[in-house]
């Protein structure tokens, strides 16, 4: 999209970010530890059941983040293209998360984490608000979620 086009509507917004969960494998996960300290790494995921599911090891900075801290900023990777996604967060070990989740993450990845090192877990984002907009144009009703509802 550039800038002389006009600006989606927020129903095609809403449609093109579902269709990016659905199809893209990697999201950049933004954490911070208890003292504020940031982290930013890409992860795989699945949209699956109206949420994000991230796996990651709880033994590192990111997984440790999402545990104890409970939020998630995530994004796609594109400056012009932008999707942001605030969230809550719950934390399943590689026994407790639902089988239709990791079955889903699975057949995304073809990696199956409960099969993989035992400090593994699988992280829920509940999305309680999402961005989106391309370009500067688009920022006027880049709002697609708030409070946990679709606005669009």
């Known amino acids: 999209m550039k800038i002389t ?3 989606r509507p927020p129903e095609q917004r809403k449609a093109d970010l579902l269709h990016r969960l659905e199809r893209e494998i990697d999201i950049w996960v933004a954490t911070a530890d208890t003292e504020g300290v940031p982290c930013l790494v890409p992860l795989w995921f699945v949209w699956h059941d109206q949420a994000v599911w991230l796996c990651t090891r ?3 900075p990111t997984g440790r983040n999402l545990r104890d801290g409970r939020r998630a900023r995530l994004a796609f990777g594109d400056t012009r293209d932008v999707v942001l996604v605030d969230g809550d967060v719950e934390t399943f ?3 407790e998360v639902p089988s239709t989740a990791a079955e889903a ?3 995304k990845t073809g990696w199956d984490p409960r099969e993989d090192h035992t400090s593994y877990a ?3 984002v509940r999305p309680s608000a999402v961005q989106a907009w391309c370009e500067e144009h688009e920022l006027p009703r880049r709002h697609l979620m708030r409070d946990g509802v679709w606005v669009v």
Do not use: D, V
Request: hydrophobic share 35%.
């Open 5 to 7: 086009e006009p600006p």
């Open 58 to 60: 709880l033994t590192n």
């Open 105 to 107: 993450f699975r057949a």
């Open 93 to 95: 070990t590689t026994q």
């Open 122 to 124: 699988f992280f829920r």
